[in-house]
T-cell receptor, first 113, second 115 residues
Framework: GDSVTQMEGPVTLSEEAFLTINCTYTATGYPSLFWYVQYPGEGLQLLLKATKADDKGSNKGFEATYRKETTSFHLEKGSVQVSDSAVYFC????????????FGSGTRLSIRP | DSGVTQTPKHLITATGQRVTLRCSPRSGDLSVYWYQQSLDQGLQFLIQ???????AKGNILERFSAQQFPDLHSELNLSSLELGDSALYFCASSGRTSLSVNEQFFGPGTRLTVL
């Protein structure tokens, strides 16, 4: 079945560092890909999405490109801030999964001032 | 604010008890999804309803059931509770078709603690 694998956390960086969180997926169809973020004590928020190969999703300085050839959707940000500290989930959804979202295990990110 | 509301925010109960979690989707959304977030299992899809009908089932235990009412709000019923049912339960809603891959909007969750 469909699945998502993302890098284990926790990840600790200094403010203004470059961030990459790796994500790869397995899917039988042509999924849409998402990054969700969960801030401490809050629910899930959609950070960005891409619906087809080579699409780039971007929001709040974060970017991810849908790479079909490597089945990847890595999250990047050029300069992180303390306020980016959260748990980040890579996820997919497609017709074969009846539109439910399949999440990766989450990566906890902590940014030091 | 996603527009999805969930009540209660916190729920503390004892083993063997039964609880009901409530979700109101965004205005106009016909699909409601339930997810469970626990430390050992991560985020898992439980069940989806579309316009009152069950559409898809995931890793939902037989002790759990859900329904979606004519006003489109949904309830998740958890019975014969066990310690391992302690988790954060999220509801999400999405747009007007059941087949298209739509962005899902998540509620703030209900934190269930079983003592």
């Amino acid at each position: 079945g469909d699945s998502v694998t993302q890098m284990e956390g926790p990840v600790t960086l200094s403010e203004e560092a470059f961030l990459t969180i790796n994500c790869t997926y397995t899917a039988t169809g042509y999924p849409s890909l998402f990054w969700y973020v969960q801030y401490p004590g809050e629910g899930l928020q959609l950070l960005l999405k891409a619906t087809k190969a080579d699409d780039k999703g971007s929001n709040k300085g974060f970017e991810a490109t849908y790479r079909k050839e490597t089945t990847s959707f890595h999250l990047e940000k050029g300069s992180v801030q303390v306020s980016d500290s959260a748990v980040y989930f890579c996820a997919l959804s497609d017709y074969s999964s009846a539109s439910k979202i399949i999440f990766g295990s989450g990566t906890r990110l902590s940014i030091r001032p | 604010d996603s527009g999805v509301t969930q009540t209660p925010k916190h729920l503390i109960t004892a083993t063997g008890q039964r609880v009901t979690l409530r979700c109101s989707p965004r205005s106009g959304d016909l699909s409601v999804y339930w997810y469970q977030q626990s430390l050992d299992q991560g985020l898992q899809f439980l069940i989806q309803y579309y316009n009152g009908e069950e559409r898809a089932k995931g890793n939902i235990l037989e002790r759990f059931s859900a329904q979606q009412f004519p006003d489109l709000h949904s309830e998740l019923n958890l019975s014969s509770l066990e310690l391992g049912d302690s988790a954060l339960y999220f509801c999400a809603s999405s747009g007007r078709t059941s087949l298209s891959v739509n962005e899902q909007f998540f509620g703030p969750g209900t934190r269930l603690t079983v003592l």
